[in-house]
């Protein structure tokens, strides 16, 4: 007696869509995408980060023939934000500098020598 083969791995469901060329296809965009979470790791000195989403519909009908819709979604590193720091003036304008703190400025003070003050 022959027994029917049996599809139990992901991949093998997978190998089925677009009769065997949809797999190839994937496993190539994620490479794809692995290389480009390389790329940026190298260019930004942090981790990259990425995500792959595979969704299957599936539909059974009364005979017991299964169709499956497959579905992916391959989501690369997102550069990182631009950042800056500010400080809330009294007013709610935004300065550089930190209110909280008084201001110190270099001058010369003759003969080479440097001193410290409060900028008035």
């Known amino acids: 007696m022959s027994q029917t083969p049996e599809l139990r791995s992901l991949d093998q469901l997978l190998s089925l869509a ?3 060329d949809y797999l190839p296809d994937l496993l190539e965009r994620i490479e794809a995408n692995n290389i480009e979470m390389r790329q940026f790791s190298q ?13 299957i519909d ?3 009908d009364r005979f017991g023939q299964i169709e499956m819709a497959i579905e992916d979604r391959i989501v690369g590193p ?4 631009h950042r800056a720091v500010g400080w809330i003036t009294g007013s709610g304008a935004l300065t550089t500098h930190n209110p909280a703190q008084s201001r110190m400025e270099i001058r010369d003070a003759g003969d080479g020598r440097r001193e410290l003050r ?3």
């Open 18 to 20: 677009d009769n065997g």
């Open 118 to 120: 409060t900028a008035e």
């Open 58 to 60: 599936m539909k059974l």
């Open 78 to 81: 997102k550069p990182p934000k």
């Open 43 to 55: 260019d930004f000195s942090t981790a990259a980060k990425g995500k792959i989403t595979i969704t």
